[in-house]
């Protein structure tokens, strides 16, 4: 998502296929690094993905897609397939081509003249679909995503795929693990039945063939990488599941070849009676069922940033001239008008062209009271409109809006690493040799000093060192907890810039707290009803029958409290309701006025009797409601954002811990002052 760092560096995250371990992120970070102009490069075991921050020139991007892929790794990638209209010939499709190459996060296109489309393989946060439609209609043809295999994100795609790959590795264990256990009622001698059925050529077939279907049909990813790793001069766990599983493999295969060949020599010989294809079809069966449980725990991981972009709407209402239409998101261009309903999400961040309503900023704000606005005003996506109909304009979308902002800043702190994590990717890089040198001298040791058959045993040994090694653990134990403990935070409204940030949270001694939605519960209340006339049942009666037809917030809880209370609420007659004001209705013969001082003044209503009153409310941090009948005041109602329980514990806590606590809000002095003084 390239984002500017300077005026020519470039900072974009990469996600990456393939990787099992630590040592498999430290030969990622040493490849992308030896290209050049690339300053840093960071990688994630957990969350599979490399930030890359690097000098911009033509090709670099490639160049890095290039290396990670020359270390035996893939670049994860999303499928698209568009609709082009208006091609001819050849020239035409080698037009589109050169147009879509030419776009910096395009890893392929194929656009075939016939079928009038283009498939493309992209990643999604270098360049969104509507980047790729303009490329193609400024060559001049008309394009369309294929409505059938758009993925309303990038991230659904994504969310696919993982699900797909941990449905395959679980019916590999299922398969891996039955298999190996009949290999190990066939191979065991032990049994009574294995020392006689061993003497037939097609019982050993059976075992050889089972063994084989389990190591080069569920063990193929092990070989697929621990080869690659070979091939780029590193090793990883995947390297000694092979080599491990493969002595134990090869051995019994010549065990089984020659005892059906008859050679003299084998089989009069101790190890003739043991075949370990089993040995080798559990290994990779307990291996698999690692690699499932990991997948299911990076999956989980995840879950907070998928609820992040949830919260962003797949399609939106786009106005063009006097006609709505109803588009993919990811068509939406700055500068198009939207129309967002009551109760919808407001999809971009831009500003009210007409209309006016109650918008629930608290997902960006935590203030949980709706703010009014009206034309001029600045909306931001992810926020819900929550009254009435608004028309928008769209200033910043996908990344660049505020809720991408959030993503991001989410996503780069899941992707950074801790000091102490480096230091374990270091140490890992080295572990996997070190393994294999150990597993080598342990192999030497005992074929030379171990007890016959001395081959027999040093074979195990070097099988089991390989195996227990695996070190999967040290390089997923520190980001997994880093992505769970960010992903939590973020869910809570707790954003935290990087791994480090959060490292040294032990060593703070001041937190700074939001009062309202933190230190508060974020919802008005009704505190106080001051009468000057009547009863505070008839006030409270009044009250709630014209503020049941009011859209705002504040009304909501004199309503709720006299329904609580057991009143009718009665139905108003002409109502009114007049912005930043106040309301106005009639209840049967009477006028009722409900609103601020600024209203019930200009109604010509005497405010004297609750001036000290109000001015004391309103001190203590309340907000006031004035209410009159035929301009005659009969009284006014104080409504607060109540204190929550655990907030007074929560303070008394830090402080006991040596934190000092700073409130931070944009009351007045005076409120401020008597809500610190509660907690």
Not at 211 to 233: E, H, I, P
Not at 566 to 591: Q, R, S, T, Y
């Amino acid at each position: 998502m390239p984002l500017p760092e300077t005026s020519s560096q470039l900072t974009t995250i990469v996600g990456i296929n393939g990787m099992s371990c630590a040592a498999c992120t430290a030969s990622v970070e040493t490849a992308i690094r030896s290209v050049s102009n690339v300053e840093e490069a960071t990688v994630n075991l957990a969350t599979e993905k490399a930030t890359v921050i690097y000098q911009s020139r033509p090709t670099i991007l490639k160049e890095i897609l290039n290396a990670v892929r020359d270390s035996g790794y893939s670049i994860k990638t999303e499928h698209i397939t568009l609709e082009i209209q208006g091609m001819t010939c050849a020239a035409c499709t080698s037009t589109v081509e050169k147009a879509m190459s030419k776009l910096e996060g395009v890893v392929e296109v194929i656009v075939s003249l016939t079928k009038e489309q283009a498939q493309v393989s992209y990643l999604e946060q270098l360049t969104p679909v509507s980047t790729m439609i303009d490329a193609v209609r400024k060559v001049g043809y008309n394009v369309n995503p294929k409505l059938d295999n758009v993925s309303s994100d990038a991230k659904g795609s994504q969310l696919t795929s993982q699900t797909k790959e941990i449905s395959l590795l679980k019916y590999k264990f299922f398969v891996s693990a039955f298999v190996g256990f009949i290999l190990f009622l066939g191979s065991f001698n032990r049994f009574p039945w294995v020392n006689t059925l061993i003497q037939y050529d097609y019982y050993l077939l059976t075992l050889l063939s089972l063994g084989t279907l389990v190591q080069f049909w569920a063990g193929s990813s092990f070989y697929k990488s621990g080869l690659s790793a070979l091939r780029n001069k590193t090793a990883n766990m995947y390297t000694l599941v092979c080599l491990g599983t493969s002595v134990a493999y090869i051995y019994s295969v010549v065990i089984t070849l020659t005892r059906i060949i008859g050679t003299v020599e084998i089989e009069n010989s101790p190890m003739s009676k043991t075949l370990h294809f089993d040995t080798a079809a559990i290994i990779i069966a307990l291996v698999i069922l690692g690699r499932l449980l990991e997948r299911r725990a990076r999956h989980r991981t995840s879950d907070a940033i998928r609820q992040l972009i949830d919260l962003k709407p797949n399609q939106v209402s786009k106005i063009t001239g006097s006609k709505e239409m109803i588009i993919p998101i990811s068509e939406l261009i700055i500068g198009d008008t939207v129309i967002v309903k009551p109760g919808e999400r407001i999809p971009v961040d831009g500003e009210i062209v007409d209309g006016y309503s109650w918008i629930d900023e608290s997902m960006i704000s935590g203030e949980s009271i709706p703010l009014e606005k009206g034309p001029g005003g600045q909306v931001y996506s992810a926020t819900i409109n929550t009254t009435r109909s608004l028309i928008i304009r769209a200033d910043r979308l996908g990344q660049h809006s505020i809720l991408g902002q959030i993503i991001e800043m989410v996503e780069k702190a899941q992707n950074s690493k801790i000091p102490i994590q480096r230091i374990v990717d270091a140490f890992a890089a080295h572990f996997v040799p070190g393994v294999i040198a150990i597993a080598g001298i342990s192999f030497m040791f005992w074929f030379i000093w171990g007890p016959e058959p001395s081959l027999l045993y040093s074979l195990l040994t070097f099988i089991s060192i390989l195996v227990v090694a695996c070190p999967c653990a040290i390089g997923l134990a520190t980001p997994t907890a880093m992505i769970v403990s960010t992903g939590h935070a973020a869910n809570r409204g707790i954003l935290i810039k990087n791994a480090e940030t959060l490292e040294k949270t032990n060593k703070a001694t001041v937190v700074l707290v939001d009062k309202t939605g933190t230190l508060t519960k974020g919802k008005p209340e009704v505190t106080d009803i001051f009468v000057i006339k009547g009863t505070r049942t008839e006030l409270l009666h009044i009250a709630a029958s014209v503020e049941v037809r009011s859209e705002h917030p504040l009304g909501k809880p004199i309503v709720a409290l006299a329904i609580n209370e057991g009143l009718n609420i009665g139905k108003p007659d002409n109502f009114e309701a007049f912005p930043g004001l106040g309301v106005k209705a009639n209840m049967g013969e009477h006028c009722v006025l409900l609103g601020n001082q600024k209203f019930l003044t200009s109604n010509n209503v005497c405010l004297d009797a609750v001036a000290s009153v109000r001015t004391e409310m309103e001190e203590a941090g309340k907000t006031t409601i004035l209410v009159a009948k035929d301009n005659q005041l009969l009284g006014i109602i104080g409504l607060s954002d109540i204190i929550k329980d655990e907030s007074a514990a929560m303070v008394a806590h830090l402080n006991s811990l040596g934190v000092e606590t700073i409130m931070v809000t944009g009351d007045n002095p005076k409120s401020a002052q008597e809500i610190a003084r509660r907690v």
